[in-house]
């Protein structure tokens, strides 16, 4: 009897264990996702910023 509730907590706890692991990986593969969100967020900016800001330069080009 004492044998089979040995290996029951030994089962639970790998189960733990497995659990644990799983969380990790879905914790940082939500911190991966929401970094990239945000680097391509500010990429996109940087293009948006970039776009103003020749199309400035070259309406200033062509007027002079």
Not at 6 to 34: C, F, H, P, R, T
Request: glycine content about 4%; overall charge negative; cysteine-free.
């Amino acid at each position: 009897m004492l044998l089979g509730i040995v290996q029951n907590d030994e089962a639970a706890v790998l189960q733990g264990e497995k659990e644990a692991e799983k969380m990790i990986v879905e914790a940082y593969s939500a911190l991966l996702l929401a970094f990239l969100s945000t680097e391509r967020f500010a990429v996109l900016h940087s293009f948006v910023l970039a776009h103003a800001f020749w199309s400035d330069v070259s309406q200033i080009v062509l007027v002079q």
